[in-house]
Structure formats: C-alpha cells, structure tokens
C-alpha cells in the first residue's frame, strides 16, 4: 500500500528514508491520476522492502507541491537519499514506470 504523505510529514517520511521513495503527486479530481494509481500500488506490492512508495494529495498539501514545483499531476518523482533523481509526469504504464524504479535502485 502507498503511504499518505502531508505537508508536515513529508520530510521526515520521505527526504529522510533509508530506501528510495516514489512520490505520486495527484488530486481526487484528476483522471490521469486515478489511472496512474492502481500502478502506483502495484509497484509497491512489486518492490516492497526495496521501495517506498508514497502518495501526496495536491489539493491537501499545496506547500510541498509548490516546493518542488508541482505544476502537473500525476508527477511521479523518484528520490534517493532526499535528493530528485528522476521525475515522469502524466500517466505511464507499468513497464515505463518499472524501469525507472529499477534504475534508481
């Protein structure tokens, strides 16, 4: 299961993890996220004690979207030791979003 992430824990769940994280930036009202998400689960279920992967409501937490410049959803960003190492913006299938997290681990 991806793990809710706020404005007030986002720090501390997600630049301060031990393993790379997957951040799925999205919004209740928007269509591409809601195809985007059962992938989203499914890689945590595929990568799980390897990957965390997190969800953050844009509408919700509006400081942490604005703090990496979130101007698009879904916008997938992959961190490894709190720093950006690679980003995908709007929907992707499985394989494209696979790849990226095997690259980053």
């Given amino acids: 299961m991806a793990i809710e992430v706020t404005d007030a824990n986002f720090e501390e769940v997600v630049l301060k993890s031990e393993i790379p994280v997957l951040v799925d ?3 209740e009202w928007c269509g591409p996220c809601r195809m985007v998400a059962p992938v989203v689960e499914e890689l945590s279920s595929d990568y799980e004690g390897k990957l965390l992967v997190t969800k953050v409501d844009v509408d919700s ?7 990496f410049g979130i101007r698009n959803i879904p916008t997938i960003l992959f961190i490894k030791g709190g720093e950006i ?21």
Avoid: E, I, R
């Avoid at 937490?61 to 703090?67: I, L, Q, R, S």
């Avoid at 980003?87 to 980053?104: E, F, I, Q, R």
């Fill in 25 to 27: 930036f999205w919004a």
């Fill in 85 to 105: 190492v690679d980003k995908h913006v709007g929907a992707a299938p499985k394989s494209t979003l696979a790849a990226k997290v095997d690259a980053v681990l």
């Fill in 61 to 67: 937490n509006p400081n942490v979207a604005m703090k």
